[in-house]
């Protein structure tokens, strides 16, 4: 069982950015962000496999949000500039008992608590 603890999430202007960490207790292979807007249906937010070298992107966020991973610290880091007040929800981090990344939630085995990001316009 690995469990994933979020942090980072807060409040931010718009414009502004903001970097979400994600520590996992073990091993993981692809991770991954959703969020989830009040009254809307979790959706992901970015992907990373294994290795680090395949990454997906929600389109909303693509040129705005940075996915990254250090495998020697077990942590996922999710970095957001020009952040949008759309781009406000709980932000859940994910892990896949496999190697390639999905947009699926049903792909990853594992979720975190998540924490909240409010972007104010």
């Known amino acids: 069982q690995v469990q994933l603890v979020e942090s980072g999430g807060g409040l931010v202007q718009a414009g502004g950015s903001l970097r979400v960490s994600c520590a996992a207790s073990?091993?993981?292979?692809?991770m991954a962000w959703f969020r989830q807007a009040p009254g809307e249906e979790r959706e992901l937010a970015a992907a990373?496999?294994?290795?680090?070298?395949?990454?997906n992107y929600a389109d909303s966020v693509k040129g705005r949000f940075t996915i990254s991973r250090d495998n020697a610290k077990n942590t996922v880091y999710l970095q957001m500039n020009s952040l949008k007040p759309e781009d406000t929800a709980v932000y859940y981090c994910?892990?896949?008992?496999?190697?390639?990344?999905?947009?699926?939630?049903?792909?990853?085995?594992?979720w975190g608590q998540g924490t909240q990001v409010t972007v104010s316009s």
């Open positions: 994910a892990a896949s008992k496999l190697y390639s990344v999905s947009a699926y939630s049903t792909h990853y085995a594992y």
């Open positions: 990373i496999s294994w290795s680090g070298g395949n990454t």
């Open positions: 073990g091993r993981t292979y692809a």
